[in-house]
């Protein structure tokens, strides 16, 4: 059969384009499929075509042969099985190869990522992950820390599902421990009614105990006391202690809740969860030779650093390294995951690398005739207030996160009011309760997508006014970008979804190759943890959709099948706008 009669119905064109290019090196060059890499990016310039192979500089040097007669052998083997797919195979300077699609091609890939996927790939629950998120401690507010734990936590947790994997949201409580029985033995011993303390209450109770616990020598009794009734069991004391967990996790749901982040009851898994294992698990390193005594205490120790990692106080009490040990375990071996991702501060760098040294070392990441489950951290960097040190009230208080929100949110409603009053507005006639809802999506938005945008490592500086702005590489910009797209598929009425594509304009076409990206840009953000890559994607989708926009009417063109054809374009874009903001946690709102 004529191959230019056989179009592709793969929408990753760049994959089909490299597997031919593959094929093409290893019959023109002689050499093991497998080993040819054609080098395939997105060219810089429409001028240099649509994808640039620069496979030739290095494969003339292992040939020793000029690098422009390797690229021509090359094109001469995939011209052919490539017909359907390009147009043209140029060869530029020492050895580029430039390559122009076929504007079939693009419309027929196009076509096939028009359905409910979006040409998104899906591995079809034959994956698990494990995403440690949010990790809130009992009776302490939430702050910007957790704000980070919960978000990234949960982005990457959603790029996972929307790619088919099975997602287990491990939120690691911390609710065990000293610390947690000093809170409760002290508001015990101050007579306050359980039944009616906020979280507030218990914050300030937290503190207070911590105080005391140094200074008195019988609170600190006090508080190993009522740590030997929770762990014996004693029902009045436990009943206590699920009071303050009720009471944190309240406002932790609440929270979540406003921040569009899927957290509820079922994801806890706190460190209490695992307070029958932490022997077996200190048991097991024990049995093993891993663990050594040191002073009457249980270390592993490693042979490249100093740093043990303490497994078992010397009073025989576990903490919160054995708890992770316990955890990995179960994640792996219980739950099946393949992958467990931390979205821990990077503060506890050295925390994790121990803990997944010693796992490692023991045997628990390993799973026979599979490969063994990888444990990652993804280390996120501080929110900074401006004077580029952590964040901080005015009075030095580490800022919470409900006051936090509550601000943003102001600002996302003041900025959407002002906007309303416009009568040209598309708000002009929404009603006060409609706006302050659009007001919060916006705020929250801005939040949201000024943390997930950058780098995950890196600390930045909480600036609300930059956040909110709805110009630039913002949340409340893309925002906006969907909800103009929205009014106007709105303003042309019935669509029709099988209108025949034409990608004819320069414009149209890097619109349409940035569509068909979307699968791939996904699975690169997700295989790397990196949320930043998705909202990079995003972000270039909206000024590539502004590019086209601008240059070619929809509307007002006065072609039937042209016009169709863009409103395919525009609504394609919409749902792919509103898809990768979904997986980023953020509501895409068709007016604003
Ligand atoms: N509760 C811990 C903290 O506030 C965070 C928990 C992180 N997760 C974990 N598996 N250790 O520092």
Same mark, same amino acid.
């Given at each position: 059969? =004529?191959?230019?009669?056989?179009?592709?119905?793969?929408?990753?064109?760049?994959?089909?384009?490299?597997?031919?290019?593959?094929?093409?090196?290893?019959?023109?060059?002689?050499?093991?499929?497998?080993?040819?890499?054609?080098?395939?990016?997105?060219?810089?310039?429409?001028?240099?075509?649509?994808?640039?192979?620069?496979?030739?500089?290095?494969? *003339?040097?292992?040939?020793?042969?000029?690098?422009?007669?390797?690229?021509?052998?090359?094109?001469? *083997?995939?011209? &052919?099985?490539?017909?359907?797919?390009?147009?043209?195979?140029?060869?530029?300077?020492?050895?580029?190869?430039?390559?122009?699609?076929?504007?079939?091609?693009?419309?027929?890939?196009?076509?096939?990522? =028009?359905?409910?996927?979006? #040409?998104?790939?899906?591995?079809?629950?034959?994956?698990?992950?494990?995403?440690?998120?949010?990790?809130?401690?009992?009776?302490? /507010?939430?702050?910007?820390?957790?704000?980070?734990?919960?978000i990234? #936590?949960?982005?990457?947790?959603?790029?996972?599902?929307?790619?088919?994997?099975?997602?287990?949201?491990?939120?690691?409580?911390?609710?065990?421990?000293?610390?947690?029985?000093?809170?409760?033995?002290?508001?015990?011993?101050? #007579?306050?009614?359980?039944?009616?303390?906020?979280?507030?209450?218990?914050?300030?109770?937290?503190?207070?105990?911590?105080? @005391?616990?140094?200074?008195?020598?019988?609170?600190?009794?006090?508080?190993?006391?009522?740590?030997?009734?929770? /762990?014996? $069991?004693?029902?009045?004391?436990?009943?206590?202690?699920?009071?303050?967990?009720?009471?944190?996790?309240?406002?932790?749901?609440?929270?979540?809740a406003i921040l569009g982040v =899927?957290?509820?009851?079922?994801?806890?898994?706190?460190?209490?969860?695992?307070?029958?294992?932490?022997?077996?698990?200190?048991?097991?390193?024990?049995?093993? $030779?891993?663990?050594?005594? =040191?002073?009457? &205490?249980?270390?592993?120790?490693?042979?490249?650093?100093?740093?043990?990692?303490?497994?078992?106080?010397?009073?025989?009490?576990?903490?919160?390294?054995?708890?992770?040990?316990?955890?990995?375990?179960?994640?792996?071996?219980?739950?099946?995951?393949?992958?467990?991702?931390?979205?821990?501060?990077?503060?506890?760098?050295?925390?994790?690398?121990?803990?997944?040294?010693?796992?490692?070392?023991?045997?628990?990441?390993?799973?026979?005739?599979?490969?063994? &489950?990888?444990?990652?951290?993804?280390?996120?960097?501080?929110?900074?207030?401006?004077?580029?040190?952590?964040?901080?009230?005015?009075?030095?208080?580490?800022?919470?996160?409900?006051?936090l929100l509550e601000e943003a949110t102001a600002r996302g409603r003041r900025e959407v009011h002002a906007r309303a009053a416009d009568p040209e507005a598309h708000t002009a006639t929404h009603t006060r309760e409609e706006l302050d809802a659009i007001g919060q999506a916006v705020g929250i938005a801005a939040i949201k997508y000024a943390d997930l945008s950058?780098?995950?490592?890196?600390?930045?500086?909480?600036d609300l006014d930059r956040m909110v702005s709805f110009e630039g590489d913002t949340g409340p910009y893309l925002q906006y970008a969907h909800a103009r797209i929205a009014g106007i598929l709105a303003k042309a009425g019935t669509i029709?979804?099988?209108?025949?594509?034409?990608?004819?304009?320069?414009?149209?076409? &890097?619109l349409?190759?940035?569509?068909?990206?979307?699968?791939?840009?996904? @699975?690169?953000?997700?295989?790397?943890?990196?949320?930043?890559?998705?909202a990079?994607?995003i972000y270039?989708l909206a000024n590539t959709f502004n590019a086209f926009y601008q240059?070619c009417p929809v509307l007002k $063109?006065?072609?039937?099948?042209?016009r169709?054809?863009r409103l395919?374009l525009v609504s394609l874009t919409r749902c792919v706008l509103s898809d990768a903001l979904g997986i980023m946690g953020i509501t895409a709102p068709m007016r604003m």
């Open positions: 059969m =004529d191959p230019a009669s056989t179009p592709t119905r793969s929408c990753d064109l760049a994959s089909v384009l490299e597997q031919g290019l593959r094929s093409a090196i290893a019959s023109a060059c002689g050499i093991d499929e497998a080993r040819a890499d054609p080098q395939v990016k997105s060219s810089a310039t429409p001028k240099f075509g649509d994808f640039q192979a620069n496979f030739a500089m290095a494969l *003339a040097k292992a040939l020793g042969k000029p690098p422009r007669d390797v690229a021509q052998a090359v094109i001469a *083997a995939a011209t &052919a099985p490539l017909a359907s797919l390009c147009e043209k195979m140029e060869i530029a300077g020492p050895g580029f190869v430039n390559i122009t699609l076929r504007a079939s091609a693009i419309a027929n890939a196009l076509d096939a990522m =028009d359905c409910p996927t979006l #040409g998104v790939p899906t591995v079809a629950g034959t994956k698990t992950v494990a995403v440690d998120l949010c990790g809130v401690n009992v009776a302490k /507010q939430m702050h910007v820390g957790h704000l980070r734990a919960t990234i #936590g949960d982005t990457i947790a959603r790029m996972h599902e929307r790619l088919g994997w099975r997602v287990y949201r491990q939120n690691h409580l911390g609710d065990w421990g000293l610390p947690i029985a000093m809170t409760l033995a002290s508001l015990k011993r101050h #007579g306050i009614d359980l039944g009616k303390v906020t979280l507030d209450d218990l914050n300030s109770a937290y503190r207070g105990a911590q105080a @005391e616990g140094e200074t008195d020598p019988t609170a600190l009794a006090d508080a190993h006391d009522t740590l030997r009734k929770l /762990q014996a $069991g004693d029902e009045p004391t436990v009943a206590d202690w699920q009071r303050l967990i009720a009471v944190t996790m309240a406002e932790v749901f609440a929270t979540a =899927d957290l509820s009851e079922r994801h806890s898994r706190g460190e209490s969860f695992f307070r029958e294992r932490l022997g077996p698990t200190v048991a097991a390193f024990v049995d093993a $030779g891993i663990a050594e005594r =040191d002073a009457g &205490a249980l270390i592993v120790r490693f042979p490249d650093r100093e740093r043990p990692l303490l497994i078992q106080k010397s009073d025989g009490t576990s903490l919160y390294s054995t708890t992770d040990l316990a955890a990995v375990r179960y994640r792996v071996q219980e739950l099946g995951a393949d992958l467990v991702v931390y979205c821990v501060d990077a503060r506890q760098r050295d925390h994790f690398k121990d803990v997944f040294d010693a796992v490692v070392r023991i045997g628990w990441t390993h799973r026979p005739g599979r490969p063994d &489950a990888r444990l990652v951290h993804v280390p996120f960097g501080a929110v900074l207030g401006e004077d580029k040190k952590p964040l901080k009230t005015r009075s030095g208080e580490n800022v919470t996160l409900v006051s950058g780098d995950v490592g890196r600390d930045y500086v909480f029709d979804l099988h209108a025949p594509l034409t990608i004819a304009t320069s414009e149209e076409r &890097a349409a190759l940035h569509l068909l990206r979307y699968g791939p840009a996904l @699975e690169a953000a997700a295989a790397s943890l990196a949320p930043n890559r998705l990079a994607y270039e240059a $063109g006065d072609d039937a099948a042209v169709a054809s395919r």
